[in-house]
């Protein structure tokens, strides 16, 4: 049998009410290796249709009752049957006839007496025309169906008549009418703002002149009085057979993009709680206000405010009034500002001010005190009057410094000489005020004798499983136990570490003890407990790091796939090669890596998948407004999905509430750590911890 070139048996339904020619199409056909199908009639012909696969159709055209012509047009109109050859069998020569049979949808005719010889290779013809036809026609619908979830449209302008011709899913798009498809330029873009039509305009006929690409983002508003945001892109057509050259482009919605895009610009650079701006905007709109002052020759100030003993209002009302008193403080200071003027949190309760076009010192006193003043009056939160004061430091540009980051420490050393004076009062730096310069002096010498004296000790923060309620690992969180000082903050004395290179003796340390704690740990406990341990910039940085891991592991003798290494997405990102390199450092060795306070960072989508990382762990700043936040909740609910696609495991820091342990098993995530569960715990009080856990979970 010939080799037909399909992987399957091709149909061919054969009409003629005439036996002997229907005898002689089947025998010849089947032969070939086709599959035969007969009927003598119009309306036999519509029921196989209905029926049967059919691929291919062979039908006399004079038959009785209903002719080949009208049972063609029926197959084409009402079966919608668009891709199947239709070849008409005819004995007449008449034009006429075979004109109303194109007509009606034929694909080709053949005359009677049948050439034999011919037959298969015009079949043969046919068919493979007709599967490329339904290929293309495949095709077609998947990217038309691709462009619509995508929200792409496409469209042409023929810069001779000024018109676009717009596709269907771009006309959706943009909410135009389904009944036109051609418009004149001018009318479409009646809707874009003066200055996008004029660079909509411009960029169009540069094209055509210079033969380029182009590209650009316009707002436009649909029917619905809806203002959506497209991205363009277009580019000029110039072989396109029997047209003049011409502009083809797609437009895309992006709409949802930039919304989310501005709530992550947002969430990096407002407070969550205050809206206002935060550190890092305040650094960069500093920058700007000095670039100013410089034009202008005029000064401006820094005002470093810091909230008196504010501790106490935290520990004796609770978390939820100070951050309402903080907010309060936040509106008070705004307000004795001109709009020009910057308020910012730097941090808990610590605020800072850049005032601009100023005189003379006496202007930035002034006002500095009517904000001491305004503070300094009771708040109201959550039913009560609460009286705080503030500490507000001032430094001067030009004149103190020209480093935006000295001119806040300027401010902030200034503040510091204000609340030893008693708070509640106001200072204008000078260089004398080094009263925190020989605090840190001091701080680094106790620093450098710390190890030695055995004054480092490891707490761990629980983290469980959010599905199972199981404990499945511990972070190893560093504490400094000061002869004088009491406990020292990590905040206050690693950026000492770093700075001076003790970070790299602390951080051996802390990795010795840690993988020695998670060998006990999985000793003598049910459950296998991951040691999640952060590694700092400069320890991150040395090459030799990884060896120094392993090397402990197999001294100590833990499973190596119990120790977790974190860095932070802005170190990861910092030197992407080179962290790609001691990632895969690491990954060598087979200790698990995590990605740690992600979210904070300028993480790359091509980078992350990149990296040799198991775990992506949510700043706690994401997790907080949660309770408060559609868009936190929705920007948590996309970073969650994004690391599942990337198969990342996530955890969520920060988690305080029943309610955002909720909200994050709703989302899928996989593990939450926070004050829910527990406090960082010292070593006996984590086994006490893991003690009563077990049991509560029994």
């Not at 007496?113 to 013809?125: D, G």
């Not at 907010?327 to 730097?346: K, L, N, Y």
Request: charged content about 25%.
């Amino acid at each position: 049998m010939p080799n037909l070139g399909w992987s399957t048996k091709k149909f061919i339904l054969i009409v003629d009410d005439d036996d002997s020619t229907r005898m002689m199409l089947r025998t010849a056909l089947e032969s070939e290796g086709y599959h035969i199908i007969e009927a003598i009639n119009g309306d036999q012909a519509i029921e196989q249709c209905i029926t049967q696969p059919i691929n291919l159709i062979l039908m006399d055209v004079n038959m009785p009752k209903t002719n080949g012509i009208e049972v063609c047009r029926h197959i084409r109109t009402e079966l919608k049957m668009q891709y199947t050859p239709i070849i008409m069998l005819t004995s007449e020569r008449d034009t006429k006839v075979i004109e109303v049979a194109f007509d009606a949808g034929s694909t080709d005719f053949i005359t009677k007496p049948i050439n034999w010889s011919l037959l298969s290779h015009r079949l043969r013809y046919i068919l493979r025309n007709q599967s490329i036809a339904e290929d293309l026609s495949r095709r077609r619908q998947q990217l038309k169906k691709a462009s619509k979830i995508a929200l792409i449209g496409h469209w042409e302008f023929e810069p001779v008549s000024e018109e676009i011709h717009l596709s269907d899913n771009a006309r959706d798009l943009y909410g135009l009418k389904k009944c036109e498809d051609r418009y004149a330029v001018s009318d479409f873009v009646d809707r874009l703002a003066d200055n996008e039509r004029d660079e909509l305009f411009g960029k169009l006929q540069v094209s055509l002149k210079n033969h380029t690409h182009g590209e650009m983002e316009h707002r436009w508003e649909n029917i619905k009085n809806n203002n959506r945001v497209f991205q363009l892109h277009w580019g000029l057509i110039e072989n396109d057979p029997g047209r003049l050259p011409y502009i083809l482009g797609i437009s895309q919605d992006i709409t949802d993009k930039r919304e989310i895009e501005e709530v992550v610009e947002h969430q990096m650079y407002y407070d969550h709680l205050t809206n206002i701006p935060n550190r890092r905007l305040f650094e960069r709109l500093l920058d700007r206000a000095k670039s100013t002052a410089n034009e202008n020759g005029t000064l401006i100030a820094v005002l470093f405010i810091d909230a008196d003993r504010f501790k106490n209002v935290n520990d004796t009302l609770g978390h939820k009034c100070g951050d309402a008193v903080i907010v309060s403080m936040a509106r008070r200071i705004s307000e004795c500002v001109w709009s020009s003027d910057t308020v910012c949190r730097i941090s808990g309760d610590e605020f800072a001010v850049i005032l601009e076009n100023i005189t003379d010192v006496d202007q930035v006193i002034n006002l500095t005190q009517i904000i001491l003043d305004a503070i300094a009056k009771p708040h109201s939160a959550m039913g009560q009057d609460i009286h705080v004061t503030v500490s507000i430091g001032i430094a001067l540009y030009p004149g103190d410094t020209d480093s935006s980051e000295d001119l806040l420490a300027n401010a902030d050393s200034a503040m510091f000489y204000a609340k030893k004076n008693g708070g509640g009062t106001l200072e204008v730096y000078h260089p004398d005020m080094n009263i925190r310069a020989c605090e840190r002096l001091r701080l680094e010498r106790d620093l450098r004798d710390a190890l030695e004296r055995n004054e480092f000790e490891l707490f761990y923060q629980p983290q469980i499983c959010i599905s199972s309620q199981e404990l499945i690992g511990v972070e190893a969180l560093i504490r400094w136990n000061h002869p004088t000082r009491g406990m020292v903050s990590p905040l206050d004395f690693i950026p000492i570490a770093e700075e001076t290179g003790l970070i790299y003796a602390i951080g051996k340390w802390v990795i010795r003890e840690a993988i020695a704690t998670a060998r006990t740990l999985n000793q003598n406990s049910n459950n296998r407990i991951r040691m999640g341990i952060n590694l700092s910039p400069r320890q991150f940085g040395d090459s030799d790091l990884a060896e120094y891991v392993e090397n402990i592991i197999q001294k100590i003798g833990v499973d190596v796939g119990l120790i977790d290494l974190e860095i932070t997405e802005s170190l990861a990102m910092h030197d992407i090669d080179k962290s790609l390199l001691l990632l895969d450092n690491f990954k060598h060795v087979g200790v698990r890596l995590s990605i740690d306070d992600f979210g904070t960072g300028y993480s790359s989508l091509s980078y992350l998948q990149k990296m040799p990382v198991d775990t992506l762990k949510i700043d706690r700043s994401f997790i907080s407004p949660m309770s408060d936040s559609v868009g936190a909740c929705e920007l948590v609910k996309a970073i969650i999905s994004m690391a599942h696609v990337l198969n990342l495991e996530v955890i969520a820091e920060g988690v305080e509430t029943d309610e955002q342990l909720s909200l994050l098993h709703g989302y899928d995530c996989d593990i939450a750590q926070g004050y829910l569960y527990s406090p960082p715990l010292p070593l006996k009080q984590l086994w006490n911890y893991i003690s009563s856990f077990n049991k509560i979970a029994v």
